[in-house]
């Protein structure tokens, strides 16, 4: 009976234009388009800053040896005459200066006062500044040390008297990988979400609108048939969906990466290959079959399309929870975190794509998810067995 149940709602979900909209297209087109989209306009953007040629003018009331000769033989720097500029901090604000750089001294010490405008979240236009005041101050410490009587041979060690030489063990693959799933489960899942959004409206709400609901519930079919038929499907939408966002990115890099050749991408795909988008499929089944069951449930209160929407968008932010924690990098697959749906298959599919997967946290992951499934869809059928919750005007 599940069967036939399951099969008679893909039908009908299948006939729906939107729904193989949401399901299909959209991930297919929209993920590769915002990754590689967005990526190569931010990269633009920070290469245009790189090279923009910014202006400063110099106030020097006692001379910094080296500074004006520095600043002038930047070539990404324009010095603008002070006795051209009224107020420094006003020209600032206007966009006609990019820098106001002034000199003093205090003893032995030398101030640099640089006053300067910059909302960029990227590299600061301050960096180019530093480095040359950064050399100028190594510069100065030399020859101070000179001065004194040090050696030439030793004023390296003076300057940097401890160096560092980082040795990171971890593998190229384990820096993809946990640079990969810092965003890839959370695109899956909220495509996944979107999915189960949008047909669980449709199978339930929707039906209970059309008024066929409930003609399918007075009928010879148990109800924890028709529950578990309708939550199959949705769940099988929603795995489609996260599939298809993953393959999709899959193959838009794959394609990328032949046409430039880059080096880059080909480490990407080395990561990042259809056997671990296969793999992928499985490990984030669980949340498919999650997200699917509490949007249904939501979905059965509702007695109209519009209101299941409504419901679900204020569940959708309950969702963020875990998958913020995950993006923060802070968090590590173990077994409190296992037991956690959604945090816990996001945290494995990082693991996967690290290499680093122990497949011990498998069954934690099943079973908990299983379990909370298993416990909404109860839910489910003691709400349908409810005609005050089905009927509710």
Same mark, same amino acid.
């Given at each position: 009976?599940?069967?036939t149940l399951?099969?008679?709602e893909?039908r009908?979900m299948?006939?729906d234009?939107?729904?193989?909209?949401?399901t299909?297209?959209?991930?297919?087109l $929209?993920?590769? /388009?915002?990754?590689?989209?967005?990526?190569?306009?931010?990269?633009?953007?920070?290469?245009?800053?790189?090279?923009?040629v910014?202006?400063?003018t110099?106030?020097?009331?006692?001379t /910094?040896?080296?500074?004006?000769?520095? /600043?002038?033989?930047n070539?990404?720097?324009?010095?603008?005459?002070?006795?051209?500029?009224?107020?420094?901090?006003?020209?600032?604000?206007q966009?006609e200066?990019?820098?106001?750089?002034?000199?003093?001294?205090?003893?032995?010490?030398?101030?640099?006062?640089?006053?300067?405008?910059?909302?960029?979240? &990227?590299?600061?236009?301050?960096?180019? +500044?530093?480095?040359i005041?950064?050399?100028?101050?190594?510069d100065?410490? %030399?020859?101070?040390?000179?001065?004194?009587?040090?050696?030439?041979?030793?004023?390296?060690a003076?300057?940097?008297?401890i160096?560092?030489?980082?040795?990171?063990? %971890? #593998?190229r693959?384990?820096?993809?990988?946990?640079?990969?799933g #810092?965003?890839?489960?959370?695109?899956?899942?909220?495509?996944?979400?979107?999915?189960?959004?949008?047909?669980?409206?449709?199978?339930?709400?929707?039906?209970?609108?059309?008024?066929?609901?409930?003609?399918? +519930?007075?009928?010879?079919?148990p109800?924890?048939?028709?529950v578990?038929?309708?939550?199959?499907? +949705?769940?099988?939408?929603?795995?489609?969906a996260?599939?298809?966002?993953?393959?999709? @990115?899959? &193959?838009a890099?794959?394609?990328?990466?032949?046409?430039?050749n880059?080096?880059?991408?080909?480490?990407?795909?080395?990561?990042?290959s259809?056997?671990?988008?296969?793999?992928?499929?499985?490990?984030?089944?669980?949340t498919?079959?999650?997200?699917?069951?509490?949007f249904? $449930?939501?979905a059965?209160f %509702?007695?109209?399309?519009k209101?299941?929407?409504?419901?679900?968008?204020?569940?959708? /932010?309950?969702?963020? +929870?875990?998958?913020?924690?995950?993006?923060? &990098?802070?968090?590590e =697959?173990?077994?409190?975190?296992?037991l956690?749906?959604?945090?816990?298959?996001?945290?494995?599919?990082t693991? =996967?794509?690290?290499?680093?997967? %122990?497949?011990?946290y $498998?069954?934690?992951?099943?079973?908990?998810?299983?379990?909370?499934?298993?416990a909404?869809?109860? &839910?489910?059928v003691? @709400?349908?067995?409810?005609e005050?919750?089905l009927?509710?005007q």
């Amino acid at each position: 009976m599940i069967g036939t149940l399951f099969f008679k709602e893909l039908r009908e979900m299948l006939r729906d234009r939107k729904h193989l909209l949401v399901t299909i297209l959209l991930p297919i087109l $929209v993920t590769p /388009l915002m990754m590689f989209g967005v990526g190569a306009l931010q990269a633009s953007a920070q290469q245009e800053r790189d090279q923009e040629v910014l202006r400063y003018t110099l106030i020097e009331n006692i001379t /910094l040896p080296g500074l004006r000769d520095q /600043l002038a033989e930047n070539p990404r720097l324009d010095e603008v005459a002070l006795e051209t500029i009224g107020n420094t901090q006003e020209a600032i604000t206007q966009g006609e200066l990019d820098f106001a750089i002034q000199i003093s001294r205090d003893n032995d010490q030398y101030q640099v006062d640089v006053d300067y405008k910059d909302t960029a979240i &990227g590299q600061s236009k301050l960096a180019r +500044i530093r480095a040359i005041l950064d050399t100028l101050a190594d510069d100065i410490i %030399a020859d101070r040390l000179n001065h004194i009587g040090v050696e030439q041979n030793k004023v390296d060690a003076f300057l940097a008297p401890i160096v560092l030489r980082d040795n990171n063990l %971890a #593998s190229r693959q384990e820096n993809i990988g946990q640079a990969l799933g #810092s965003f890839l489960p959370f695109l899956i899942v909220i495509w996944m979400i979107s999915s189960a959004i949008a047909i669980s409206s449709d199978l339930v709400a929707g039906e209970k609108e059309r008024g066929t609901l409930e003609t399918l +519930i007075i009928s010879p079919v148990p109800l924890m048939d028709m529950v578990v038929g309708k939550w199959l499907v +949705i769940t099988l939408a929603a795995w489609f969906a996260g599939m298809l966002t993953l393959v999709s @990115l899959w &193959g838009a890099t794959a394609v990328i990466g032949l046409v430039i050749n880059n080096s880059d991408f080909n480490e990407l795909l080395s990561v990042f290959s259809f056997l671990t988008v296969m793999v992928a499929a499985v490990v984030m089944a669980p949340t498919a079959g999650f997200v699917s069951a509490v949007f249904f $449930v939501s979905a059965s209160f %509702a007695q109209s399309f519009k209101e299941a929407q409504s419901y679900a968008s204020g569940l959708m /932010l309950l969702f963020f +929870i875990p998958m913020f924690a995950t993006i923060s &990098g802070a968090l590590e =697959l173990s077994g409190p975190t296992s037991l956690v749906p959604i945090m816990n298959t996001s945290l494995a599919f990082t693991e =996967l794509l690290k290499g680093t997967l %122990a497949f011990g946290y $498998v069954i934690p992951i099943v079973v908990s998810n299983a379990l909370v499934i298993f416990a909404v869809l109860v &839910g489910a059928v003691a @709400l349908y067995r409810s005609e005050r919750v089905l009927a509710r005007q």
